[in-house]
């Protein structure tokens, strides 16, 4: 792993608080400015409501083979082995129980986490090989810990997306200032440009960190748990975000979800992960079934198939004798 991999922290400077480093160890925080990224081609035209797998999508290739990923404090890895390979402009969901590993095979897909074996590639290139600014023009990451000073206002937190594509001193260039508006637009918080970080409501925060991450303008956008946490209202937008992305750019998605309906509404590929092992993945018409849910969530459910994708209505918990795994998380995912 890259030692100079970066995520959004703040020095204590009185004109303008910039990025620091960090290396692989501690807490996820606002990993948008310097989590990698390449300037990503977007608008062409919208393939229309709902999923848009109907037209060719010309993206970036990115796939994670035979991983083994853990962490410092545990002896046996939470991802053993595992390849993904994630389909170009398109949204795969990341689904499973907590500690099933799903932010795990995230921050190692993110180069925040060393793996131990396997390769990530992006378009070809081992993400592992590249620096951090050139990874961070290629690659967008949004954890689930963000960290911003309160006073700092909504666009001057924006304006961070665009730290990869800048030298330390260099001022905005007008194709900045315009990817910085696409962004705030995209997010929908134009309106709370001027505003201090500090005085918005949790889910108007979360909208100005993925403003923030889309400023980045990647062909690749990693997303931790973007709705949790938030009111339904908030994680409409949020994931109307993501549907915006798929269905009018190339950008390639992959989003860690808790909420299976949501996934299964809005993602074209679900990946299904229980104790550290995909169990699942494919469409979500093709995956989401009532077998899926006993062995992967321990639930009993009906599934029916609507417009919207498959809908999901729990019924019973299901106990030992339907448990084929731990239900205890693994060290350092919650998810």
């Avoid at 890259?2 to 204590?12: G, L």
């Amino acid at each position: 792993m890259n030692d100079d991999y970066v995520t959004e922290n703040w020095n204590e400077t009185e004109t303008e608080r910039e990025p620091e480093t960090r290396t692989d160890g501690g807490e996820s925080v606002a990993v948008a400015p310097e989590t990698r990224q390449r300037s990503g081609e977007s608008p062409g035209g919208p393939d229309g409501p709902g999923r848009s797998g109907e037209s060719e999508r010309s993206g970036c290739e990115f796939a994670g083979e035979e991983l083994v990923i853990g962490y410092s404090s545990g002896e046996e890895p939470v991802i053993d082995g595992e390849t993904l390979r994630v389909e170009p402009g398109e949204v795969t969901a990341l689904v499973g129980p907590n500690g099933s590993g799903k932010s795990t095979l995230l921050k190692g897909l993110a180069d925040q986490l060393s793996i131990r074996n396997g390769r990530v590639l992006l378009d070809g290139d081992d993400v592992y090989s590249l620096s951090a600014k050139e990874l961070a023009k290629r690659l967008g990451l949004l954890s689930q810990e963000n960290v911003s000073p309160n006073s700092i206002p909504v666009e001057k937190l924006v304006e961070h997306g665009r730290y990869p594509h800048r030298g330390f001193f260099d001022s905005l260039t007008d194709e900045d200032r315009e990817a910085i508006d696409r962004a705030i637009s995209l997010a929908g918080v134009d309106h709370l440009r001027d505003r201090e970080v500090g005085s918005l409501s949790g889910g108007q925060k979360q909208l100005v960190w993925i403003a923030m991450v889309l400023a980045q303008e990647t062909d690749v956008l990693l997303l931790d748990e973007p709705t949790t946490f938030l009111d339904l209202h908030h994680q409409l937008e949020v994931m109307e975000i993501v549907e915006t992305l798929r269905d009018e750019s190339d950008i390639t998605v992959v989003v860690v979800l808790h909420d299976i309906d949501q996934a299964a509404r809005y993602a074209d590929h679900m990946v299904a992960l229980k104790d550290g092992s995909i169990r699942a993945q494919g469409a979500p018409d093709e995956i989401v079934t009532e077998e899926l849910l006993a062995d992967v969530f321990e639930i009993e459910a009906v599934v029916e198939p609507t417009a919207y994708g498959p809908q999901i209505t729990p019924l019973h918990p299901l106990h030992d004798e339907h448990s084929h795994g731990s239900d205890t998380p693994r060290p350092g995912d919650g998810s």
